[in-house]
């Protein structure tokens, strides 16, 4: 079956502009996390929907960045006013539940910001 | 808060050779414990898992691993390895009462040789 996508792949922008990335996770899966890799580090995790809601978003770094899911499905995250330092790949997974269940990854959004 | 460190970066071996990356976390309460891969521009691919019960866990492509309570250790190991197996390893940790985040390592470059 299809698993985890994110759009786009890449994306360029510069300093000061919005960016939205999103991602479509396995269907019928009711937990979806978004996590944000650097260059040469393990995964950090921003934030964890359960159905609509954020169940936990202490990972989000500030209040530029924001996540939505709206329907329980797909997710976008929401980065204001980017910084150079934003740039990494922003990872998102599903779950069947929460808890302990297996996180599936999606290929990641690769965000450069000039 | 949870942590994990994984102790090598770089581990270079020979194609046939038996491997062990190695993963220790730190915990106050009870875990689950993950391993992941990660090939190039692709995303993590879940290799195995512990929650509970046998110590001793095996995944997929011939690797194992085992849960070491007393030594908060969890290495990944493989009898003998692939020049295929040359990928970005990743150890995660997850506790119950921190929700479902997973905290991760900050990886081990496997690179087989021929």
């Known amino acids: 079956g299809a698993g985890v996508s994110q759009t786009p792949s890449n994306k360029v922008t510069e300093k000061g502009k919005y960016v939205e990335l999103r991602c479509d996770p396995i269907?019928?899966?009711?937990?979806l996390y978004w996590y944000r890799q650097s260059l040469g580090q393990g995964p950090e995790f921003l934030i964890y929907?359960?159905?609509?809601?954020?169940?936990?978003d202490s990972g989000l770094p500030n209040d530029r960045f924001f996540a939505v899911r709206p329907e329980g499905s797909v997710s976008t995250l929401k980065i204001q006013r980017t910084e150079r330092g934003d740039s990494a790949v922003y990872l998102c997974?599903?779950?069947?539940?929460?808890?302990?269940?297996?996180?599936?990854f999606g290929p990641g959004t690769r965000l450069l910001v000039l | 808060a949870q942590s994990v460190t994984q102790l090598d970066s770089q581990v270079p071996v020979f194609e046939e050779a038996p491997v062990e990356l190695r993963c220790n976390y730190s915990?106050?309460?009870?875990?689950?414990l993950f391993w992941y891969v990660q090939y190039p521009n692709q995303g993590l691919q879940l290799l195995l898992k512990?929650?509970?019960?046998?110590?001793l866990v095996k995944g997929i492509n011939g690797f194992e691993a085992e849960f070491n309570k007393s030594q908060t250790s969890f290495h990944l190991r493989k009898p003998s390895v692939h020049i295929s197996d040359t990928a970005e390893y990743f150890c995660?940790?997850?506790?119950?009462?921190?929700?479902?985040?997973?905290?991760f390592g900050e990886g081990t470059q496997l690179t087989v040789n021929p």
């Open positions: 997974a599903s779950s069947l539940s929460g808890g302990k269940q297996t996180q599936y």
């Open positions: 269907s019928g899966h009711t937990a």
């Open positions: 929907f359960q159905g609509t809601g954020a169940a936990d």
């Open positions: 915990s106050s309460v009870s875990v689950y």
């Open positions: 512990y929650l509970s019960g046998s110590t």
């Open positions: 995660a940790v997850g506790q119950e009462t921190s929700g479902s985040r997973l905290t």
